[in-house]
């Protein structure tokens, strides 16, 4: 009996750390933890506000009607809403985004190595997929009309692409309240300092004039 009641608690914490292990952010122990953007304290998160200083407009937002500014070298616009808009998302685990795209254009290669994403589209319709990992890199591709959904695998290079001659637009909810976004292009030939053309020459197989021309993007 006492072994089997070991083995059984055993098995409890083990799915208990499992849970916390798989959790993008934080679990909360309250109702709310407002962030308070002021805190010079430093945590995984932010510092939470004093309760009687909270407000209604802490989880309040207005703009998503509006129309992102496409004008510019990819055609695309996103419009983010996480804690850093709405402080009361602060150890919610999640957050939103609009995505507005001109005929054409490109919410090129990324990753959210903090969330997983799920995408619907409202208007137009979008070439999107995702790339596995090392060693398969196997990439799952769908064309989406509007009202589909597709989902983003959390930390996979993802991207979607406008093939249609009409504007299109999505909203993608994100299980972080800071989610991050790394575009791989910018990361890679766009860094602070320059990674080595060497290095870039070789990791790509490429000479180093053609890195040169494609650090001069970005």
Excluded: W
């Excluded at 402080?87 to 919410?107: E, F, H, K, Q, W």
């Excluded at 996979?156 to 800071?178: E, K, R, W």
């Excluded at 989610?179 to 290095?199: C, E, L, R």
């Amino acid at each position: 009996m006492a072994i089997r009641m070991a083995i059984l608690a055993a098995a409890l914490l083990a799915l208990a750390l499992s849970h916390g292990a798989m959790a993008s952010d934080p679990s909360l122990l309250q109702d709310f933890c407002v962030a308070d953007k002021l805190s010079q304290v430093r945590v995984n998160g932010l510092a939470c506000k004093d309760a009687k200083d909270i407000v209604a407009e802490d989880f309040f937002f207005s703009g998503l009607h509006m129309a992102g500014n496409t004008s510019n070298k990819q055609g695309a616009a996103v419009t983010a809403v996480n804690v850093a808009q709405i402080p009361g998302l602060n150890t919610m685990g999640i957050s939103l985004v609009r995505i507005d795209y001109a005929p054409y254009g490109l919410n090129p290669h990324h990753t959210h190595p903090r969330s997983t994403e799920i995408l619907t589209v409202l208007e137009g319709s979008l070439y999107v997929g995702f790339v596995t990992s090392n060693p398969d890199n196997k990439m799952f591709t769908k064309v989406l009309q509007k009202g589909d959904v597709f989902v983003f695998p959390k930390g996979l290079i993802h991207f979607q692409f406008n093939y249609g001659p009409t504007p299109a637009v999505v909203l993608a909810a994100l299980s972080s309240q800071n989610p991050g976004v790394i575009t791989i292009a910018n990361s890679v030939f766009g860094s602070t300092p320059s990674i080595p053309n060497a290095i870039l020459a070789k990791a790509f197989q490429v000479e180093k004039e053609t890195v040169d021309m494609m650090q001069a993007q970005f």
